[in-house]
């Protein structure tokens, strides 16, 4: 099976390695520069609650006072609930968080960081695993979807070229297509 990732930050080389340990042919895209995007310039670190003294209620908590209360409470209870998973899945690709920050928003320390350049490291090693599990990378810009019924199956690239796969993952950040 193969699947076409549009964006080569956290989120699409996350899917990406997670895809190409489970044996399925990945091709990512990128504009520009395979790591550098918002995910690199990441600088203080990734909130999680996973200190002793802190809880996912607690985080949940800030995170909606922070957010005065316009929130998606279904998509914040997702995310925070992920953070045992995340801070797994990066450990486990060798990254080592240095210490646990106090950040804007956050009532007691929970930014899990690297040197105050968590983004560039984190980037760094996730580019080199999704090498190694043999991810594909194409440096084109996607400029619109193929959908078929209501399913994305491949994508246009800025030449006109179609590209067709199995599955699409849309993780292209906040850049306008
Ligand atoms: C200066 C700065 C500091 C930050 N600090 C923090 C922090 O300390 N903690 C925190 O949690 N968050 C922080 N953020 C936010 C965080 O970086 C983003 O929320 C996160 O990196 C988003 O990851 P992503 O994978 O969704 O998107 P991105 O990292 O934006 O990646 C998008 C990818 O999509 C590709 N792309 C876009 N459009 C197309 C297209 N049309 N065709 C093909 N490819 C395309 C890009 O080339 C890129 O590879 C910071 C952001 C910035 C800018």
Known sequence: MKIGIIGAGLAGLTAAIELAERGFEVDVYYVDNPTYSNSYKLQAGIAMPLTPNDSPEIHIRDT?????????????????????????FLRGLGINFES??????????????????????????????????????????????????????????????????????????????
């Open 64 to 88: 909606l006072s922070v957010g005065r209360y316009l929130n998606d409470t279904e998509r914040v209870w997702f995310t925070v609930s992920k953070a045992t998973e995340v801070y797994e």
């Open 100 to 177: 646990v920050e106090l950040e804007g928003g956050h009532n007691i320390p929970r930014t899990f960081s690297i040197k105050g350049l968590t983004g560039k490291y984190i980037m760094d090693k996730l580019y080199v695993q999704a090498k190694e599990r043999y991810v594909n990378f194409v440096r084109s810009r996607v400029s619109s979807l193929i959908i078929s019924g209501n399913t994305c199956i491949g994508f246009i690239d800025e030449k006109g070229e179609h590209h067709h796969y199995d599955a699409v993952i849309i993780a292209r950040g906040q850049k306008r297509m």
